[in-house]
């Protein structure tokens, strides 16, 4: 014998992009360009040590003026500093685009000069 079907569908894969958003109905005016802020840390390993990076997204209610994309990510040091020091950044669509953009520039330049978890002996945390 088979079991019934149930009447209705249960979800269990909840996620927070699916709710509406109350906090955006705060800003008033897109000059104001408020933003929720969402963090991640990354380590970039390296032979001379490790170099431990906070990305913060900013994540737009509306894009800024002159851009297009809602998601902007931007880590806490520079990197490339002996040639032309230049702080990652990214925009997207998305957190992943503009996340991706700005590790994919911490990978493309080397970190010299920032204190690494060898060089200072901690554990990088």
Same mark, same amino acid.
């Not at 109350?22 to 897109?30: I, L, V």
């Not at 509306?62 to 994309?69: D, G």
């Not at 953009?101 to 010299?112: G, K, L, S, V």
């Given at each position: 014998?088979?079991?019934?079907?149930?009447?209705?569908? /249960?979800?269990?894969?909840?996620?927070?992009?699916?709710? /509406?958003?109350?906090?955006?109905?705060?800003?008033?005016?897109?000059?104001?360009?408020?933003?929720?802020?969402?963090?991640?840390?990354?380590?970039?390993?390296?032979?001379?040590?490790?170099?431990?990076? /906070?990305?913060?997204?900013?994540?737009? /209610?509306?894009?800024?003026?002159?851009?297009?994309?809602?998601?902007?990510?931007?880590?806490?040091?520079?990197?490339?500093?002996?040639?032309?020091?230049?702080?990652?950044?990214?925009?997207?669509?998305?957190?992943?685009?503009?996340?991706?953009?700005?590790?994919?520039?911490?990978?493309?330049?080397p970190c010299e000069g920032e204190e690494t978890s060898t060089a200072t002996g901690a554990s990088g945390g």
């Amino acid at each position: 014998m088979r079991a019934p079907k149930p009447c209705c569908a /249960v979800r269990n894969d909840f996620r927070v992009e699916g709710l /509406v958003n109350d906090w955006k109905f705060a800003q008033k005016d897109a000059s104001e360009e408020l933003a929720l802020l969402t963090q991640f840390s990354f380590k970039k390993r390296q032979a001379n040590g490790d170099v431990s990076f /906070v990305i913060t997204i900013r994540e737009y /209610v509306a894009p800024p003026k002159n851009q297009f994309a809602r998601f902007f990510a931007q880590a806490d040091k520079h990197v490339n500093q002996k040639i032309a020091p230049i702080l990652p950044t990214g925009w997207g669509n998305s957190i992943l685009d503009a996340l991706n953009d700005c590790i994919r520039m911490i990978r493309q330049f080397p970190c010299e000069g920032e204190e690494t978890s060898t060089a200072t002996g901690a554990s990088g945390g």
